[in-house]
């Protein structure tokens, strides 16, 4: 059984903040297969296209019959525990400050055999379930969890270490004003947040959902533009060293393409909210949360993006709006290197049109904010790194693959 | 159908001598070629040769990057005509013998010196585990990074379930090598090793304990191949090789490893040897994990599979005892020089046909099998060898 997390002691100002360490991160190019899968939180391995062995470790060859042609594909993570150690010393630093490490291996139904992190309640002799994990290194890796859950799993040291979950952690959610702002503020209470800071700009000027926001507990309402840098800084200054996670939901959706559009106001103003305001964060709160990547069990873990599934392909009825997306998408690839180090996470949500103010004249299917709110959760609790929310998401994914081109053309006919 | 079953040449008239070994240390700050070239220097001192006699060179070193053996021939003024290198960790000595006994046989060289080192700097052996092999980077070092100790805690804790070995079985091995080692001048460990002690050693990685586990050092073994007219011209005294085997990547449909590619050969072992496994006086088996020695008398013929634990019980495993094993104390004692660790055996084995043995000597040793493993690439070691070994007439 795993013994249930503690609420975290306030921290002795004086102690010394232990600086994170990197996880081992050398993959072959062929590995991340693996790092693909588990960014969006599937089991993926080899399968021979030619003799349909399933292969593991990745290859470059199939053992059974040569090909070279091993796409990974989705397979069945279910499995056995043969046999399983404690690591207690290890030469690697990463390791050391976190022994006793369980690991052990896992006969696959499918085939492989495969050395596998180990969840407290997976027993050898028993059934196990393997997953793919980023760990805090962003790098992939097995992990295998009991058959069936189990009590505040969620909680055992070796997988909260592969995973960003809110319990017990101080969120920043950047914009209260809209109503995904406040869906993902009630979302995290839910998951167990210890503080909900809650930005709103002009906090004298009323908007919908105030006092539904003002009253939830432990939201904390603060003031925050994200197009002030003072005002962006004020905020990191006096609460950054306590932020976990921070959730940017400030969006700035208009209609309307890029010819046929008189002047840059909008795209100014967009950019300036969406893409500064990203900016303006990465730069305040980003070195305090890359340097308390190892604090404890409230340690900084993840700066999560909500972004348009329009910023990997641009939908010219929203075409400026797409292309704003697109640089913030940039953006966060940029700030997923700068941050590795520190082992936080940078987690891009896509998703289509949400149910919101600002998408009023949109056809369904459209993603509900607390849709979004509950995917930023469990992307949060999984540990993925990309997350595709609803219909209109997975569709454009799903056309993206096949040929992108024809996705081009379609959205603009 | 293709044809398989060749008839197998014996090794007639080869005659493997001179062994020589660098004493080991725990740190070192000079590199593998410093290690190597005093091995060859002692080797061809041994033999009364100068470097330019020597037309064949062997070379095995975890710790020689960005060298391998073709540098080598340089760096030592070496002009050979039969040149190897052998990545094969713990199965290099035998595969070093068996090779350089074929090249001898055909007339491609004459002089063949076999030469395993390695150094041991300050953290030379997190960089080794690092780089270790494209299946360790990928899918083994990143869990928990336990190197080798882990890799053989699975494999033992799944034969300790399998089989019913227990941790006293193991520790009667650890302990009776140790009683070797403190008669074996270059081992690193000198002090007796109660089974007391080592139930109640720390955990490394469950369930293996801390003396389980070899020290990695630094140093060196070496030893000449030649044919026997060669070896009398010279005057050096030398071992018949009666039969060899090597396998890799042996029953890979095994879930977890509980047996070396020796089984798969042995039949073809004893058969070539014209002996059997009553007649061996004294067995060199490779001891990176006491798991493993358990394994290799079960492969090897000396109990079926599964035995091994009650065959542990049933002996005495000392150079004096009813089944002598790892004499010098094995790498368990005497240390892990790296590659030099897959010579240790070999190069006891040779002392003891020789009459030569640095510490306690077998009475009346005629015959002997050395064996060797190697190479955790993945989740189980894939190189394996065996040599059989005769004093000479």
């Given at each position: 059984m795993t013994a249930a997390l503690a609420r975290p002691k306030r921290k002795n100002p004086l102690a010394r903040t232990r600086l994170p360490l990197a996880a081992p991160s050398a993959r072959s190019r062929t590995a991340h297969g693996l790092t693909l899968a588990a960014a969006e939180g599937r089991f993926a391995l080899q399968v021979c296209a030619d003799c349909l062995t399933v292969v593991?470790?990745?290859?470059?060859?199939?053992?059974?019959?040569?090909?070279?042609?091993?796409?990974?594909r989705d397979v069945d993570p279910h499995g056995m525990l043969v046999s399983e150690t404690t690591v207690r010393v290890s030469p690697e630093t990463y390791f050391r400050e976190r022994a006793p490490w369980r690991v052990g291996l896992v006969k696959l139904d499918v085939g492989p055999m495969v050395l596998a992190h180990l969840h407290g309640d997976a027993r050898e002799g028993a059934g196990v379930r393997l997953a793919l994990k980023l760990d805090r290194n962003g790098a992939p890796v097995m992990f295998a969890l009991p058959e069936n859950d189990t009590p505040d799993m969620a909680d055992d040291p070796e997988l909260r270490e592969m995973t960003c979950d809110p319990k017990f952690r101080r969120v920043l959610i950047t914009d209260g004003r809209n109503s995904v702002g406040q869906a993902m503020a009630r979302a995290c209470v839910e998951a167990g947040a210890a503080i909900i800071f809650v930005g709103v700009s002009d906090p004298w000027k009323p908007f919908a959902g105030d006092e539904a926001l003002r009253v939830l507990k432990p939201v904390e309402v603060v003031p925050l533009d994200l197009t002030d840098s003072e005002s962006v800084n004020e905020l990191a200054a006096q609460n950054g060293a306590r932020v976990d996670i921070i959730i940017n939901t400030a969006d700035h959706v208009r209609a309307?393409?890029?010819?046929?559009?008189?002047?840059?106001?909008?795209?100014?103003?967009?950019?300036?909210?969406?893409?500064?305001?990203?900016?303006?964060?990465?730069?305040?709160?980003?070195?305090?949360?890359r340097q308390r990547g190892a604090d404890g069990v409230n340690a900084a873990s993840a700066f999560v993006n909500l972004l348009s599934i329009y910023a990997l392909t641009n939908w010219p009825a929203y075409g400026t709006f797409s292309t704003v997306e697109a640089a913030c998408l940039s953006a966060a690839q940029n700030m997923r290197a700068e941050l590795r180090s520190g082992g936080i996470k940078v987690i891009n949500v896509f998703s289509g049109p949400l149910e919101t103010e600002w998408f009023q004249a949109l056809p369904p299917p459209k993603v509900a904010p607390a849709a979004l709110a509950k995917a930023v959760i469990d992307a949060l609790r999984r540990g993925s790194e990309d997350v595709f929310v609803g219909e209109v998401a997975q569709d454009v994914r799903a056309r993206l693959e096949v040929n992108p081109k024809a996705l081009e053309r379609e959205l603009g006919e | 159908m293709i044809p398989t079953g060749g008839v197998r040449r014996g090794y007639d008239g080869?005659?493997?001598?001179?062994?020589?070994?660098?004493?080991?240390?725990?740190?070192?700050?000079?590199s593998a070629h410093w290690w190597i070239g005093r091995a060859l220097r002692e080797l061809l001192n041994g033999a009364g040769l100068r470097p330019t006699d020597i037309d064949g060179l062997s070379v095995s070193s975890f710790t020689l990057s960005p060298d391998t053996a073709i540098g080598l021939t340089q760096h030592f003024g070496l002009s050979p005509r039969w040149l190897d290198h052998i990545p094969l960790g713990g199965a290099s000595g035998i595969v070093a013998l068996r090779r350089a006994a074929r090249a001898v046989q055909a007339g491609d060289a004459d002089l063949v010196a076999c030469v395993a080192?390695?150094?041991?700097?300050?953290?030379?052996?997190r960089k080794t585990l690092t780089n270790?092999?494209?299946?360790?980077?990928?899918?083994?070092?990143?869990?928990?990074?336990?190197?080798?100790?882990?890799?053989?805690a699975l494999i033992t804790k799944n034969y300790m379930n399998r089989y019913g070995a227990r941790r006293e079985d193991f520790g009667k091995l650890c302990v009776a090598q140790r009683e070797n080692a403190l008669r074996f001048p270059h081992a690193l460990m000198k002090t007796p090793l109660s089974l007391d002690a080592y139930m109640t050693a720390r955990p490394i990685a469950d369930p293996i304990h801390l003396y389980d586990c070899v020290m990695p050092c630094a140093g060196a073994e070496a030893f000449l191949v030649c044919r026997e007219d060669t070896a009398r011209s010279l005057a050096v005294a030398g071992v018949r090789v009666l039969a060899t085997i090597e396998r890799h990547n042996a029953?890979?449909?095994?879930?977890?490893?509980?047996?070396?590619?020796?089984?798969?050969?042995?039949?073809?072992?004893?058969?070539?040897s014209g002996v059997a496994p009553n007649d061996i006086d004294f067995v060199e088996t490779y001891d990176d994990y006491p798991v493993i020695s358990m394994m290799q008398f079960e492969d090897l013929g000396f109990c079926a599979k599964g035995e091994g634990p009650d065959f542990v019980r049933g002996h005495?495993?000392?150079?004096?005892?009813?089944?002598?094993?790892?004499?010098?104390?094995?790498?368990?004692?005497?240390?892990?020089?790296g590659a030099a660790g897959g010579y240790l055996g070999l190069i006891e084995a040779l002392r003891q046909l020789t009459g030569t043995a640095l510490g306690g000597q077998v009475a009346d040793a005629k015959i002997g099998l050395v064996s060797g493993f190697g190479m955790i690439n993945y989740d189980r070691g894939l190189a394996s060898g065996a040599a059989v070994l005769a004093r000479a007439a």
């Open positions: 593991y470790p990745p290859r470059d060859a199939c053992p059974s019959c040569l090909s070279p042609r091993l796409p990974f309307g393409g890029i010819v046929d559009s008189k002047g840059v106001t909008t795209a100014r103003e967009s950019m300036e909210l969406r893409y500064f305001g990203l900016l303006r964060l990465a730069q305040a709160f980003g070195p305090v949360m | 080869v005659f493997a001598c001179t062994p020589v070994s660098i004493p080991y240390r725990r740190f070192s700050i000079n080192g390695d150094t041991n700097h300050v953290d030379s052996f270790f092999s494209r299946f360790a980077q990928d899918a083994v070092y990143p869990y928990g990074a336990g190197g080798a100790n882990a890799s053989f029953f890979a449909d095994d879930p977890v490893q509980i047996r070396g590619g020796w089984a798969k050969d042995v039949d073809d072992l004893w058969a070539m005495s495993f000392t150079h004096d005892g009813d089944f002598p094993h790892n004499t010098s104390g094995g790498q368990l004692s005497v240390g892990q020089a």
